[in-house]
């Protein structure tokens, strides 16, 4: 019968057949060690002479990184890892062969591992991140539909830009000029206009030429976006989620997080409420270690640090400065300096995981901002619509999926975190 690896706590003592690729092989005299690994998982296959067909045990040599085998034997729990599986095996066939494959055990450069993405997406590391990114995707998606959202899909060629041109893909559109979406939040603002509580989650684009632990040029965000909610409202959805999503991941993906070493114990900690921080406590903070910071600007990574280096949860810093924000933000009524955004930064320096906003529903406020931000008013006419018929207080936020998983995973760089990153001079594979 052939099993998957990760099936074979339901077939102990049973005769099995497992199809796979060979991980690793030792030998040390009467006894030979195959790790294989399927794709769900890694098996200990041990060809102990005598008891294993005798033609396996001579050819074993034949194993090389890679190749693709099928191997039969008898599954026992590993005694000396309990929880684990091995497999007593009789035999092997070699389906198919690999010859001086690139990626050996021993260390390699960034840059060829990158070249051999293809590849390396094999590794034990590299196969429990993405593992990990893929439990998180769902967490993500099982978090809104379960409390009445509706994913409304966004596109990707779009006439405008939303969060800056400096960053702005620009492409041919047929006869016209085409960007590729930096967010698909305005079209989420017209959905919930439609369906209340919305999100949208897909890949979104940014042209930024520089190569840092936290930028792609294509990554992955979710985007919730709900009618009547305020500043405070987005803050707590956000709080939420993130708890849900960390909490869940921790408990599904426990040996996947075991693998890449991750200290859980900080994880379990991303409970509860998260502190609050208004922008003007935060500069206090900075200032305090980075006397050159100067009030008003937009954090860098080494100030966000400053600030997440003192709670073990992620924190919330809200009303930013509205002359370093996007045109959309929403201004303080109270005080029109500030406007009512928010970021979320992750604990251990992850930096910003989450930036959103109560939306400007004032069509002169929004005109002014559209104007003053140098965009062309003509492209907006659309989103302008949604603040002439029926105005709505609405607010929401954008995740990015990649900084998420590098934060759960500790992975200090985002390359890891996508089967097939994009990067600053980076396309390939
Ligand atoms: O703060 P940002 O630019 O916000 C928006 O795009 C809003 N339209 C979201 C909204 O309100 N619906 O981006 C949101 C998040 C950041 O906090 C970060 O996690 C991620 O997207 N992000 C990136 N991740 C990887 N590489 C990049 N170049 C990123 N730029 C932003
Ligand atoms: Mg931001």
Redesign the pocket.
Known sequence: MQVSISDLKDHVGQKVELKGWVYNSRSSGKIKFLLLRDGSGLCQCIFFRGECDQNSFENFKDLSQEACVRVVGEVRADPRNPGTFELGAESFEILSGSVDYPISPKEHGADFLLNHRHLWLRSKKQWATVRVRSEIKKAIIDFFDGRGFTNTDSPIFTPNA??GTTTLFETQYFDEKAYLA????LY?EATAAAFGKVYTFGP?F?A?KSKTR????E?W?V?P?VAFADLNDNIQLANEMTEYIVQRTIKNRAEELRILERDVSKLEKVKGEFPRIHYKEAVEMIQKENPDFVDGNDFGAPDEAIISSKFDTPVFVHHFPTAIK?FYMKEDPEDSKYCLSV?MLAPEGYG??????QREDNIEILDAKIKAHDLNPDDFAWYRDLRRYGSFQHS?????L???VAWICGTPH?RETIPFPRMYGRHYP
């Open positions: 939303a969060e930096q967010t698909g939040q989420a979104t940014r930024e936290r930028h792609l040029i990554f965000m985007e976006e996007a970021d910003e995981l989450i930036g959103g906003s929401g936020f954008g995740m990015g990649e900084r998420t985002i």
